[in-house]
């Protein structure tokens, strides 16, 4: 690997840079079919069942971020199986399939739907889902639960690279991120929105039609930053460290650097996307504008690549605290 | 009249309609009289018939022998945009004739090119000036090579604040913190380079020019804006000259049918889009029926853009006469204004007053298709009221929009589909012009 090469397990990607779950669309890749700067994509959740979604309105903007409620609507595995992957297959970056849920049965029905399917280069489970068995609760806020789930996906997925998707909804990040490396996660993204509520002053009733939703944007940055940094810092080091992707309220070079710094092998986009979506024409899109910034960082510092950097704030601890 | 010069395949269009039309009636060119404007036809019965194309006309002569001998002759005249519809009274003597040649003159539209893909674009402020209580208009300069055609009911998805975007600079650090979302306005107007929108009225030219002028590049685009929170208010601070970042035409907009007559009726800020859609029809020859609602008179002041009406110097009845003149200049006769407050022209509900107006005749409602944008209350109403007369109805709907394209599924509404199941469809992508009957309100 030179420059802004990247292998995370078993996937190459020519930028460490991702188009995260919920924005990439293969719409996006019509107005610029090239991607520039783009590595890998991550598809919307899909779940064993057609979703319609929550009711409108679905999103709010907030300073500096996005509030949003979309209920995962998706057209069920079979057509997404059927219709979109070929669709996205003309993509020439890996591709990350979702994965969502509301009991363990379908995470993993839908993962051993997928993982046979070699346009699919890996599958991400989303657990910021509520389970539904056990009184909604986010599958990715209990560990207990959280590694039975993980353990019981790897077992239908057999070698195909796993990825959990953290929700930052808790107490300790390091506690989850324990329990699906435990599990059998080959990476760990993180991460997910935040809870949040948008209230009318006028109407006195909140504004999103499912009264609260996931918060995501540049105000969320720092918190993912030191998510990050934690889950790095107590499993992401070492020989049995396990690789983590940093999504955040990414919106430039230095917000990804970040990232990369805490510990973080690869940086998702996603929020910023809306704002600079790919084009190679008039201007640049987000992911050009922080490839270009990572570039340019790493050349003029004389560092050969940019894993080099993975984590290099954790390194100097010497304070001796965590 | 001095010939006119005309690109060589517009000629041939016209004389493709001319053939047609000689066909059903039995006759076969004989002698194309390009220079007089004229052509001849002749029939195997010894009838001849020629047309001659005058600057307001088509005069039609049609002579038959008669007792072998002595020639009867008739004589017609059509006027142009009445022979784009096969209106003309000639064929009507024929009826069935008639009918054939209507159909075959009404091809699907080829005078407009495909839209193109929506493209990711720097344009130009030319203008952005309040005219109304909070109600800007912002004038884009397309450039000159653009090859886009925004169709009525689509819309260009803005970036508000260009300082925002400096904020978070080529270079790559971060400064400061930018509006997360873009917004979508619709398309108000467009211009096209040289052309004059009053030929809309009546064609004082030859009607294949007309269809030769739609494909001139688009100069202008205007959109009509309310400021209704951050982004709203961030876009009206742009000063003229500053680049702003659009991504667009987006969209699918009115499905604009070939009927002769619509009816088209705006509720307030709602006549931004309403406003391409009618001079898009007078294009084409449609007969239009304008019902324009607001609140009160300075909700409507934006689509005079006048600085003496802006200053009140002109209200009341004089407004109205203005309001009406704007779109007589492109054909459109009949402007029904109506405002809550009866600060101009009649006072009440549109909805209410397009309802009497259909109940007791003064506008058709056979052969019409219905248009609508609005608050969400009014553009029901206007549903109510076209399901009661059996009138089609296309209305524009309108919801919080983050990516614009269709990825992120954040626009949606409640569409009933062919098969009675209620889906969610996406505003920006399926929309957001739906049929009025298909929409769960």
């Known amino acids: ?322 | 009249m001095k010939a006119v010069e005309v690109k060589e395949h517009r000629i041939k269009r016209y004389d493709e309609l001319l053939t047609l039309l000689g066909k059903e009636l039995g006759f076969e060119c004989i002698w194309p009289n390009r220079e007089a404007n004229e052509v001849v036809w002749e029939a195997t019965s010894g009838a001849t018939c020629s047309f001659k194309i005058t600057e307001k006309h088509i005069v039609v002569r049609a002579s038959r022998p008669l007792h072998g001998q002595e020639m009867a002759s008739e004589v017609g005249t059509i006027v142009h945009h009445e022979f784009e519809k096969a209106l003309w009274t000639w064929c009507k003597r024929n009826p069935e004739r008639g009918d054939q040649l209507q159909k075959a003159l009404y091809e699907p539209a080829q005078d407009f090119p495909e839209p193109e893909p929506p493209q990711h674009l720097l344009w130009r402020v030319l203008e952005n000036r309040e005219w109304g209580p909070e109600y800007y208009v912002l004038t884009f300069g397309v450039g000159g090579r653009s090859r886009i055609d925004p169709q009525p009911g689509q819309f260009m998805h803005v970036v508000c604040d260009p300082d925002g975007k400096d904020t978070l600079t080529d270079d790559g650090r971060r400064r400061g913190y930018a509006l997360t979302l873009r917004r979508p306005f619709s398309v108000h107007r467009v211009h096209y380079a040289g052309f004059d929108r009053r030929l809309l009225a009546t064609p004082k030219m030859l009607p294949f020019e007309i269809s030769h002028i739609i494909r001139r590049p688009l100069s202008k685009m205007d959109i009509l804006y309310k400021l209704v929170g951050e982004g709203t208010r961030s876009l009206s601070r742009v000063q003229p000259g500053r680049l702003l970042d659009v991504i667009g035409p987006l969209g699918n907009g009115f499905n604009i049918e070939r009927e002769r007559t619509a009816i088209i009726v705006a509720g307030g800020i709602g006549v931004a889009p309403l406003v391409a859609l009618a001079e898009r029809l007078r294009y084409l020859g449609t007969e239009v029926y304008m019902y324009l609602g607001a609140v009160t008179q300075e909700h409507l002041q934006p689509i005079l853009r006048d600085a003496a009406v802006q200053r009140g110097f002109i209200h009341g009845t004089e407004f109205c006469e203005r309001i009406m003149r704007e779109f007589e200049e492109i054909g459109i006769d009949v402007v029904k204004v109506c405002t809550d407050d009866g600060t101009v022209g009649e006072k009440g509900l549109v909805t209410d007053i397009l309802e009497g107006d259909i109940e007791a005749g003064s506008i058709p409602s056979h052969s019409v298709t219905m248009y609508a944008c609005g608050p969400l209350a009014m553009m029901k109403r206007v549903s109510d009221v076209a399901r009661k007369h059996a009138i089609p109805c296309q209305v524009l709907l309108e919801e919080r929009m983050a990516c614009g394209v269709g990825t992120c599924f954040s626009c949606t509404c409640r569409i009933r589909g062919k098969d009675g199941k209620v889906e969610k469809k996406r505003v920006c992508k399926d929309g957001p012009g739906f049929n009025s009957e298909d929409i769960v309100w």
């Open chain 1, 1 to 322: 690997m030179v420059g802004l090469e990247t292998k995370i397990s078993d996937l190459r990607m020519h930028t460490p840079l991702l188009a995260v779950s919920g924005i990439f669309g293969i719409e996006y890749s019509k107005l610029s079919p090239k991607l520039p700067g783009v590595g890998a994509v991550v598809t919307k959740s899909v779940t064993l069942h057609p979703r319609s979604g929550n009711p409108e309105p679905r999103i709010i903007e907030t300073p500096a971020g996005l509030l949003n409620s979309i209920g995962l609507q998706n057209p069920g595995i079979q057509r997404f199986l059927s219709e979109q992957i070929p669709e996205l297959s003309v993509l020439e970056v890996p591709i990350i399939a979702s994965v969502a849920g509301s009991s363990m049965e379908e995470y993993v029905v839908c993962s051993s739907l997928l993982a046979p399917r070699d346009e699919i280069d890996a599958i991400e489970l989303n657990v910021s889902c509520p389970n539904v068995e056990k009184g909604g609760i986010e599958f990715g806020s209990d560990p207990g639960v959280l590694r039975h789930l993980v353990a019981e996906v790897r077992k239908a997925v057999g070698s195909k690279t796993l990825i959990v998707k953290l929700t930052p909804n808790v107490t300790d990040i390091a506690l989850p991120a324990q329990a699906a490396v435990d599990g059998g996660a080959n990476v760990l993204s993180l991460i997910n929105t935040l809870r949040g509520m948008v209230i009318d002053v006028d109407t006195c009733r909140p504004k999103l039609g499912n009264r609260f939703g996931g918060l995501s944007g540049q105000g969320i940055h720092p918190v993912a930053v030191y998510m990050v940094y934690r889950c790095y810092t107590s499993c992401g080091q070492g020989e049995k460290g396990v690789p983590i992707i940093g999504i955040g309220g990414v919106s430039s070079g230095e917000d990804a650097l970040e990232l990369i710094l805490a510990g973080a092998t690869c940086v998702g986009i996603g929020t910023a996307m809306f704002r600079d979506p790919y084009d190679a024409k008039s201007k640049k899109s987000v992911f050009q504008r922080v490839e270009e910034y990572l570039r340019t960082y790493i050349e003029k510092r004389g560092i050969h690549r940019i894993s080099d950097l993975v984590g290099k704030a954790a390194e100097v601890s010497s304070l001796g605290f965590e």
